[in-house]
């Protein structure tokens, strides 16, 4: 902890605990400088952060005083109950598929690019441009054609904090008339986006996919091509083709982690093969989920229908530049290269591991960075198992979802054995 921070720390908890009252005098800087030995600096520092916290105040000819009433004390220890009653639970083996890798993202390389823009007064103190920063699309411009074989203008994309919110704008543009054919494994949250629109949905079936397209005459074609079918696999270059010729067939190309792959070959984006393709990507789970960064393509018609002017921002525009300083300086792609690596080794422990220990079968869901296990068990039982051995695992649908993304691989072995003894109780 650096010195200001336990100068500031201390008065704090002196206020909080009481010691320091409403109205109190608090030390000069002078006689802190003496009490602390510490630099001016240092004190000055402490105190800054405590007046903006709304501890103390400087008074004329009076000094520092404390400025926090006890209702306003009060009200910070019931905050303080709340946050640590509601805290998020931890687990001595996390297998579960919201957890992305952290070690590898290089936390000090993003502090230094947030402080930057942080520290950019003018850039501050504008709302920033509703498609999303110029920068930052000329970036990404460069890296969907890198990476996923796209050629687009930064005209064409549209940033937004994820998916489902640029679903929502795009849906602003589409015609309400519009037959949507979705999935059957279509994912909630894009459902809801349609079913808010008051748009007509038809379900179609993977195994009669293309057909019940033509068959049902859907207009609009929503579909997550990373983890397409009920195997968690992504679609295959045969449906993809025959789903691009299509005539007269809008699709909304949802592309989860299509660069990410470590398990099979890179599957040719929708967008590179058809103009009636609208992309979807963000980079949550390339990044991380606190990172809310997606964005949109649109393709030339939807180019020309779209007004910035009717929509405002959805990203922070404190993100937006230090991620395009990120993304020009390299450092994306290489994270991206990092990630492959990494998970790469992950997955292949880890079956090892499941076929060693558990006899019920796993199938690799590539685009979540886990392993789902269909077992019918007693599924109360289960969970109450797991809490009491520390064991974090997402369960649905008579499936056990395992993620290796944020798990140290010196922590699988007996995480899986835990999860083995669990299931033979159940």
Not at 292 to 298: D, N, T, V
Not at 335 to 359: F, G, P, T
Request: charged letters at 25%; aromatic letters at 12%.
């Amino acid at each position: 902890m650096k010195k200001y921070e336990v100068i500031y720390n201390t008065y704090k908890d002196s206020i909080l605990s009481g010691i320091l009252k409403y109205g109190d005098r608090v030390d000069s800087i002078r006689e802190c400088v003496k009490k602390m030995n510490v630099s001016k600096t240092t004190v000055e520092t402490a105190y800054n952060k405590l007046v903006l916290d709304g501890f103390i105040t400087s008074l004329e000819k009076v000094g520092y005083v404390v400025s926090m009433n006890p209702e306003r004390v009060l009200l910070h220890h019931e905050i303080l109950d709340y946050s640590s009653s509601h805290k998020e639970k931890s687990y001595d083996y996390d297998f579960r598929v919201q957890s992305v890798s952290l070690d590898s993202f290089e936390t000090t390389i993003w502090k230094r690019y947030m402080k930057e823009v942080l520290n950019d007064k003018k850039l501050m103190s504008s709302y920033g441009l509703s498609q999303g920063e110029y920068g930052l699309r000329q970036a990404l411009c460069k890296y969907v054609y890198q990476n996923r074989n796209i050629l687009c203008f930064p005209e064409q994309m549209v940033i937004g904090s994820n998916y489902q919110s640029l679903l929502y704008i795009f849906c602003g543009m589409l015609d309400k008339n519009k037959v949507i054919g979705l999935s059957t494994l279509v994912d909630e949250q894009a459902k809801q986006v349609f079913l808010s629109y008051g748009f007509h949905i038809e379900y179609l079936d993977l195994n009669h996919f293309i057909d019940d397209i033509q068959s049902k005459h859907v207009d609009v074609v929503y579909i997550n091509t990373t983890c397409f079918t009920v195997n968690k696999q992504s679609m295959d270059e045969k449906t993809r083709r025959k789903l691009t010729s299509l005539s007269n067939i809008l699709i909304l190309e949802d592309d989860y982690n299509g660069e990410l792959v470590y398990a099979s070959k890179i599957k040719t984006s929708l967008f590179s093969k058809n103009k009636n393709v609208i992309y979807f990507s963000s980079f949550s789970r390339l990044l991380l989920p606190s990172l809310r960064i997606g964005y949109m393509i649109l393709n030339e018609e939807y180019t020309m229908k779209y007004s910035a002017s009717s929509f405002g921002p959805t990203a922070s525009k404190i993100e937006q530049v230090a991620f395009t300083q990120y993304i020009v300086d390299g450092y994306l792609q290489k994270h991206l290269r990092k990630l492959v690596r990494e998970y790469k080794e992950k997955y292949l422990y880890l079956k090892q591991l499941l076929d060693a220990y558990i006899s019920y079968p796993a199938i690799l869901d590539e685009s979540h960075m886990a392993y789902w296990i269909s077992c019918d068990v007693d599924e109360q039982k289960l969970l109450r198992l797991c809490e009491l051995k520390s064991l974090g695992i997402t369960y649905g649908n008579h499936e056990i979802g395992l993620s290796f993304a944020s798990m140290h691989q010196d922590l699988m072995k007996d995480g899986v054995i835990r999860l083995a003894e669990i299931l033979k109780e159940c």
